[in-house]
């Protein structure tokens, strides 16, 4: 998803990473770097201006603690989500939400996603159709329920009734079908523009639904319109979030939700994709921190839990947010080994943008962690004390010939295992700080 921007912007951040110093000069090309980035997404070139000079002066300007490349990645960080805006939040619970927007904007394939999203968050969600006008959009959205198992109501034979009176008889219908649902989710007819009878087909669906969400459903192709189509529709019917689609086709993304956010309106979901699988939370923080390469560990979490399991993930989590000490080492490498994925969960983690400046070389020699090695570290582990295991900083080269000989084993052995304890921390902190990198701890340099 926005593939473009997000190679450009990394682009322009792996310059600052690179940089000998962040001087006038770079900053400059670094800032040049992002306003072209920006515009070729499509955001309007006033905020674009608006935003290069804000990081300009910030990063010549504001003098932290912080290594001045991460300072500068900060600052780019920060200004992007400032021109995202805040996310509508659609709560877990209890609801009806209804759907409406241009035609062929994604409004029946986004209802199909939201009823999966839903699903797969142990709601009870069912479906209604109240597009009349269009044939093939009832057999359309029934096929997709059917696909995941979402009961769907649109509407028996035909009858004499206008597209409004019959659109409203079957939500009426459908609303009393799945009374029992935990998500009612109703989908409605588009138009080419928004048109008096639209508006009033959908205002008098809106007072029989009464939702609790009222999501416009915006295709990204549109770029800055986006601005346009919000503000028309929210005066109209009145919205409370918004659904932008097709960002997985558009190199516009940047412009549709840059627009949306500059009129206020709050974004609820994105659609990157053409299964009911390809919907995304929409969340400011982690789309920038994605959108940068940074990943984030919230994400990173659930991304485990998905492929790997739970299990994996609350070993992952007790890494990440708990001290990793020596005693963790041993058990968490022991828990991950038996299931395996040890490998599968570093390729997951934020390293494509900070290995290389880390000197971390993840090869398959640092992910097989043999019995035989597990043993052997086990053993040099038995014979430190409680304080070199909780605090292996303490342990000096006297310490490591102490333990070598308790151990039985070579004073290179005790090393082995301690480099490896290093990168595995190194690596951890790294995530620790993968959100953001100025989170990075001291001593390590971007
Ligand atoms: N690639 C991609 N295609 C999408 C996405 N959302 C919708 N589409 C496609 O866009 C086309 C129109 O989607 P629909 O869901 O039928 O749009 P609609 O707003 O219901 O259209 P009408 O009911 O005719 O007004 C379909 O071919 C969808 O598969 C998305 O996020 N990504
Ligand atoms: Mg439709």
């Not at 059917?146 to 609303?175: H, W």
């Not at 558009?250 to 840059?258: E, F, N």
């Not at 982690?286 to 990943?295: D, E, P, V």
């Not at 390293?351 to 398959?364: H, I, T, V």
Request: net charge positive; with cysteine.
């Amino acid at each position: 998803m926005l593939d473009k921007l997000g190679d450009s912007l990394r682009g322009a951040l792996r310059k600052v990473m690179m940089a000998k110093r962040i001087d006038e000069k770079t900053v400059d090309e670094v800032v040049r770097d992002i306003q072209r980035a920006l515009i070729q997404a499509d955001v309007k070139i006033s905020l674009v201006k608006e935003i290069s000079s804000k990081i300009r002066t910030r990063a010549l300007k504001e003098k932290t603690s912080l290594n001045p490349r991460a300072q500068v990645i900060r600052i780019v960080y920060e200004e992007l989500m400032n021109i995202l805006g805040e996310s509508a939040d659609i709560p877990l619970k209890r609801q009806r939400i209804m759907l409406f927007g241009l035609h062929g904007s994604g409004k029946t394939l986004s209802c199909a996603k939201l009823a999966r999203y839903f699903q797969k968050k142990g709601l009870k969600p069912a479906v209604i159709c109240a597009d009349v006008y269009r044939p093939a959009a009832r057999e359309q959205l029934r096929q997709l329920c059917e696909s995941i198992n979402v009961p769907f109501y649109g509407g028996g034979g035909s009858n004499g009734d206008s597209g409004t009176q019959k659109a409203l008889e079957i939500v009426r219908e459908g609303m009393k079908r799945f009374e029992k649902y935990d998500v009612l989710i109703v989908d409605t007819a588009g138009r080419h523009a928004l048109e008096e009878e639209m508006i009033e087909e959908l205002r008098l669906l809106g007072e029989m639904v009464r939702p609790d969400s009222r999501l416009l459903v915006l295709d990204a192709s549109i770029g800055q319109l986006a601005a346009a189509q919000a503000k028309a529709f929210d005066e109209a019917i009145g919205i409370t979030g918004i659904i932008i689609t097709k960002m997985d086709g558009t190199a516009k993304g940047g412009g549709a939700l840059s627009a949306v956010a500059e009129v206020g309106a709050p974004i609820a979901f994105l659609g990157v994709g053409e299964t009911v699988e390809d919907l995304e939370k929409f969340e400011p923080d982690r789309f920038i921190s994605r959108l940068l390469g940074m990943g984030d560990i919230k994400s990173l979490i659930e991304k485990i839990e998905e492929s790997l399991g739970a299990e994996a993930a609350e070993v992952a989590t007790d890494w990440l947010r708990g001290k990793f000490t020596l005693k963790d080492l041993y058990e968490q490498l022991e828990a991950l080994r038996k299931m395996g994925p040890l490998k599968q969960l570093f390729q997951m983690l934020p390293f494509g943008m900070f290995g290389g400046a880390l000197g971390l070389k993840l090869d398959d020699e640092t992910f097989q962690v043999t019995d035989e090695k597990l043993r052997r570290f086990k053993v040099i582990m038995d014979s430190m004390t409680e304080e070199e295991l909780e605090n292996p900083k303490i342990i000096d080269r006297s310490r490591v010939i102490r333990i070598a000989k308790g151990a039985g084993v070579r004073t290179e052995e005790v090393n082995e295992l301690l480099r490896y304890y290093k990168m595995m921390q190194k690596a951890i902190k790294t995530m620790r700080g993968g959100r953001l990198p100025f989170k990075l701890p001291r001593g390590l340099r971007l």
